[in-house]
């Protein structure tokens, strides 16, 4: 008997094709999500973690003074391995720099990505960005310091796996490349910097307890530091973890939020198909079938949908991991030798629709066959009932079609609450993408606190007095006494310096002749004007105060500005010293002194450089979103179609024209549609909130609050009504194709 109740099932699926494609593409997005993001996600930290574990990746880097002489003992005193680098930054051309190292072989190791490694004098190895942003191959020439250099590889490097020229930029320069060539050749060109880079031997030891105790070593030798580096605050390094942990989020909360409202797709679509079968139902009990056997037959269909959508969403999400983990090695220099996939997430991928599906199915399954088979077969009389809504609302006075779509729409809150999720749901894949671009483009139009064209950093301290327009500049790194992991600069500035213009929350510009800190290191510290804060410098560990005099209404980083005078003296720094500059000119600075220099033209090609995978991204989530949009809308509107067969039927009768009719039946849920993108704007500010914060947390990265301009708004506006639109064009022909006598079949109407 249940072989041949289960016969119909075919049947039923092709009445109904469209609906069930159309949860069977909901399902197969969600399984293609999920397993290209969380492979995607795997494949990304397991080869950065190979990357920094395989080539020795530092665990802090420092630069002192004066040479070290006796490593060997430093090593052995604080059990650690130590190798000393050498580096200068070389223009090529204009907007082309390299950052020129010596080859390490103990820690920081370059990793060869395609090539060979340095052979002999004259060879050289660049980075993969700068390669491919100018066009330079394997065997090209490039002339540092009127000596030609044979690019003998491409390479990564373990410290600059993004590839930033400043620490305190957020995204790479097209122009900026590293290069690595010999100890030999870099010693010939008798200039640049040392450095030290250090990896401790201890591994199952805090790093920054090591770094601690380490640097008390140093100066318990009389080595004065001059700047040290952790590996947790080098950007260059801990993005990837930021990429990684955002990856996480994005692979478990979008495929969660679709396989959601496919359950109470489904769950709607069952619950329907058993009320509009109720009396076929009943004749099953009468013919003798069990519940239980009914209850299997039922669920069959959103287990079908979900098998379905799940194996083949699951194998179509395998097939982008390589191409897309070779497009993010584009920003990210790791080498990509191979991809693993993690069989038991594929597993799961198809597991877990099956387990949404099917639970959401049987609960609402249940519940409807526990009516009784008499009830069933003469149709169950409270889906008409009135519900609380409709009693509530004075609907009497209105027009019949306002009356009819009001109706239309509250006899039914279950559809109407999935429609309006549905819609919600696509409006935050939609403006995801566009509230970042808005995002990008706040950032490149406003910009108003830096006035400077240049900005100089020097690896030693400096005392030379800068040209007429240049102003110096001292930054360190500070934490709160009370928290050791979310650090901010302290920067000293000119007292009347014309190149640092900062704000209050009125827009009076504030005097640099104090103690300023900028809104998000205010908020985050809980600082108002007047309070004193105690800092933490990262360099030595030794704790100072200052007095907050003012806030500025800047989000452009966190920082605290004080005259640069003053924060000498605070700081004990020498009289007249400086570690930067800002200037509207090049600076003429001879060539033994390392330094590097960006321009803010520089920063803005990078971001402009960044929204090209940015417009890529956006132009995937509309598809995404629209598709989305259109499947919920459809299946809404087709399950109305089916549920006033009667009322259709009977419009017809009367003399309806189907203009009227389509008017009736299919524009009843525009309110419903316009709400629900309503909402889902402030849902997905929320959404990036959430973005921001995560980057914050592990980057240090601040933003200011997330926002969507109008334009953007009414783009995402139109699509999502387009799609509404369509919806309805293609449920037009379900609504002609209900006949006259379809109110004759309806005898317990």
């Known amino acids: 008997m249940v072989m041949a109740i289960n016969k119909r099932i075919k049947r039923v699926l092709l009445e109904n094709k469209a609906q069930y494609i159309g949860l069977i593409l909901?399902?197969?997005?969600?399984?293609?999500?999920?397993?290209?993001?969380?492979?995607?996600?795997?494949?990304?930290?397991?080869?950065?973690?190979?990357?920094?574990?395989?080539?020795?990746?530092?665990?802090?880097?420092?630069?002192?003074?004066?040479?070290?002489?006796?490593?060997?003992?430093?090593?052995?005193?604080?059990?650690?391995?130590?190798?000393?680098?050498?580096?200068?930054?070389?223009?090529?051309?204009?907007?082309?720099?390299?950052?020129?190292?010596?080859?390490?072989?103990?820690?920081?190791?370059?990793?060869?990505?395609?090539?060979?490694?340095?052979?002999?004098?004259?060879?050289?190895?660049?980075?993969?960005?700068?390669?491919?942003?100018?066009?330079?191959?394997?065997g090209d020439e490039i002339r540092i310091l009127d000596k030609s250099f044979n690019i003998a590889g491409i390479m990564a490097l373990p410290n600059y796996i993004y590839p930033l020229q400043s620490e305190e930029m957020m995204m790479p320069l097209p122009g900026f490349g590293i290069a690595v060539i010999s100890k030999e050749d870099f010693a010939g060109f008798d200039q640049g910097s040392n450095f030290y880079a250090v990896k401790f031997n201890q591994v199952n030891q805090n790093p920054q307890i090591q770094s601690a105790d380490f640097r008390e070593l140093l100066k318990s030798n009389g080595i004065d530091i001059v700047k040290w580096t952790d590996i947790e605050d080098n950007k260059r390094v801990n993005i990837v973890d930021a990429e990684a942990e955002i990856l996480n989020l994005v692979s478990k909360a979008v495929p969660t939020a679709i396989l959601l409202l496919a359950s109470i797709m489904v769950g709607n679509v069952i619950w329907r198909l058993i009320n509009l079968e109720s009396a076929i139902i009943g004749g099953l009990y009468a013919f003798g079938y069990r519940r239980k056997e009914i209850q299997r037959h039922y669920l069959i269909f959103p287990l079908i949908i979900a098998v379905i959508g799940g194996i083949f969403g699951t194998i179509l999400g395998t097939l982008p991991v390589l191409s897309m983990t070779s497009f993010m090695f584009t920003a990210f220099n790791i080498p990509l030798t191979g991809i693993e996939y993690n069989p038991s997430m594929m597993v799961l991928s198809v597991f877990l629709p099956i387990l949404f599906l099917g639970s959401s199915s049987y609960f609402v399954i249940r519940k409807e066959l526990k009516h009784s088979p008499v009830e069933l077969m003469k149709g169950k009389k409270e889906k008409n009932k009135v519900n609380f809504l409709e009693s509530v609302l004075k609907l009497e006075k209105l027009q019949f079609p306002t009356k009819f779509k009001i109706r239309g729409q509250l006899r039914s809150l279950s559809r109407l609450a999935f429609l309006f999720f549905g819609v919600a749901v696509a409006t935050m894949l939609l403006l995801w993408g566009f509230t970042l671009k808005s995002g990008f483009d706040n950032m490149l139009t406003g910009g108003t606190v830096y006035t400077f064209e240049y900005e100089y950093k020097f690896e030693k301290l400096r005392y030379d007095p800068l040209p007429k327009g240049a102003e110096p500049i001292s930054a360190a790194l500070f934490l709160t006494e009370t928290d050791n992991k979310k650090d901010f600069y302290v920067s000293g500035v000119m007292s009347d310096s014309v190149m640092v213009n900062l704000i209050d929350e009125s827009g009076t510009r504030l005097s640099n002749n104090q103690v300023i800190v900028t809104k998000p290191l205010a908020n985050q510290l809980e600082l108002k004007q007047g309070d004193t804060i105690s800092i933490v410098r990262k360099l030595d560990g030794r704790l100072f105060s200052l007095k907050i005099e003012a806030i500025a209404d800047t989000y452009e980083g966190k920082f605290i500005f004080m005259p640069l005078a003053d924060y000498n003296e605070k700081f004990e720094m020498p009289e007249g010293s400086y570690t930067g500059a800002f200037s509207n000119d090049l600076l003429d600075i001879p060539e033994n002194q390392s330094f590097?220099?960006?321009?803010?033209?520089?920063?803005?090609?990078?971001?402009?450089?960044?929204?090209?995978?940015?417009?890529?991204?956006?132009?995937?989530?509309?598809?995404?979103?629209?598709?989305?949009?259109?499947?919920?809308?459809?299946?809404?509107?087709?399950?109305?179609?089916?549920?006033?067969?009667?009322?259709?039927?009977?419009?017809?009768?009367?003399?309806?024209?189907?203009?009227?009719?389509?008017?009736?039946?299919?524009?009843?849920?525009?309110?419903?549609?316009?709400?629900?993108?309503?909402?889902?704007?402030?849902?997905?500010?929320?959404?990036?909130?959430?973005?921001?914060?995560?980057?914050?947390?592990?980057?240090?990265?601040?933003?200011?609050?997330?926002?969507?301009?109008?334009?953007?708004?009414?783009?995402?506006?139109?699509?999502?009504?387009?799609?509404?639109?369509?919806?309805?064009?293609?449920?037009?022909?379900?609504?002609?194709?209900?006949?006259m006598s379809e109110a004759l079949k309806s005898g317990t109407e």
């Open 596 to 739: 590097s220099v960006v321009s803010l033209d520089d920063k803005l090609a990078a971001v402009r450089e960044a929204l090209a995978p940015t417009q890529a991204m956006i132009g995937g989530l509309a598809a995404i979103a629209f598709i989305i949009g259109m499947i919920v809308i459809y299946v809404v509107t087709s399950l109305m179609v089916e549920e006033n067969k009667h009322n259709i039927s009977l419009m017809k009768i009367f003399g309806y024209r189907k203009k009227e009719i389509n008017s009736l039946i299919l524009n009843s849920s525009t309110m419903v549609v316009v709400f629900g993108y309503i909402i889902g704007v402030p849902l997905t500010l929320s959404a990036i909130g959430v973005l921001i914060q995560s980057l914050e947390d592990s980057v240090g990265l601040t933003l200011p609050p997330s926002t969507i301009s109008l334009p953007y708004i009414l783009i995402g506006f139109v699509v999502v009504m387009f799609s509404y639109e369509l919806s309805k064009l293609l449920c037009r022909k379900k609504v002609n194709t209900v006949s």
């Open 26 to 138: 909901l399902i197969t997005f969600s399984c293609f999500t999920f397993t290209l993001m969380s492979q995607f996600a795997e494949n990304f930290e397991r080869l950065a973690n190979e990357f920094q574990v395989g080539y020795v990746q530092e665990d802090a880097a420092f630069t002192t003074n004066q040479r070290i002489s006796n490593l060997q003992e430093l090593e052995l005193a604080g059990n650690a391995m130590i190798e000393e680098g050498f580096t200068f930054d070389y223009t090529l051309a204009e907007g082309k720099t390299l950052r020129i190292f010596s080859y390490n072989d103990r820690v920081n190791i370059p990793a060869i990505l395609d090539g060979k490694e340095l052979s002999g004098s004259g060879d050289i190895l660049i980075n993969p960005v700068f390669a491919e942003a100018h066009n330079y191959k394997i």
